[in-house]
């Protein structure tokens, strides 16, 4: 790979997840044929486990839009579209002096703004409802 502009700017997941998928990366046997390197095919494997498969330019832009009420560092929402924390807790550390910055209520806004604009992970299952499933695994095997 080559680089012809240093420091252009910051990319999200989805924007590398694109490159790789425009360069030949994908989870077939012709994979083996690209001309990607085995660490970019690595970088991909992870990468399409990840909220990135599902994103797409228009709703990161959205996302970006609706941020701005917020008045969000650019590494924030960066942050927010490559994790897409999906309660409170997780929204948490990503945002600096979050006590001093954000009012409850507007703490709970960026996360339903969150939760409406940005799709979860492939096989996502949230730790309470996993916790509910094998639950009840247990009980259907006694």
Do not use: W
Not at 30 to 54: F, G, H, I, Q
């Amino acid at each position: 790979m080559k680089i012809k502009q240093g420091s252009a700017g910051i990319l999200t997941n989805y924007e590398v997840l694109e490159l790789l998928r425009s360069r030949g990366a994908s989870k077939d046997a012709t994979r083996l044929m690209s001309s990607l390197k085995p660490s970019e095919l690595k970088v991909y494997d992870y990468l399409v486990e990840t909220v990135a498969c599902n994103q797409t330019t228009d709703i990161i832009n959205e996302f970006r839009e609706k941020c701005s009420e917020f008045d969000l560092a650019p590494a924030e929402i960066l942050n927010i579209v490559n994790t897409r924390p999906y309660n409170r807790a997780f929204l948490y550390p990503i945002l600096e002096a979050c006590d001093s910055r954000f009012s409850d209520e507007k703490h709970e806004e960026l996360a339903n703004l969150v939760a409406e604009v940005l799709p979860l992970a492939p096989h996502h299952v949230k730790p309470d409802e996993g916790a509910l499933e094998n639950k009840n695994d247990v009980e259907s095997e006694q």
